[in-house]
């Protein structure tokens, strides 16, 4: 799961989320959080998007396993969410 806080000025979130796509399946349930699918670790994902950052943005990558619980977030994500482990 990778988390960010984008401060201004700048916000250049075009250039983070296309690198967040790179990374491999993903899904964008809720506003600054991405779920993606990968085989790298969470350090070697914060390495990849450090330079998307500017110096004020906030980051944090954590790795997803077992139970999960949602509301009121689309079945399109529930579902990525049952079938991406």
Do not use: C, F
Not at 38 to 47: G, K, M, N, W, Y
């Amino acid at each position: 799961m990778i988390n960010y806080d984008l401060s201004a000025p700048g916000r250049n979130y075009t250039a983070l989320t296309e690198a967040i796509k790179a990374l491999g399946r993903w899904s964008h349930p809720v506003e600054s959080t991405w779920i993606v699918s990968s085989s790298l670790t969470p350090a070697q994902i914060r390495d990849r998007l450090r330079g998307k950052l500017d110096s004020n943005d906030k980051l944090i990558v954590a790795e997803m396993s077992g139970a999960w619980a949602s509301t009121r977030v689309s079945t399109r994500v529930t579902d990525w969410l049952k079938t991406a482990a």
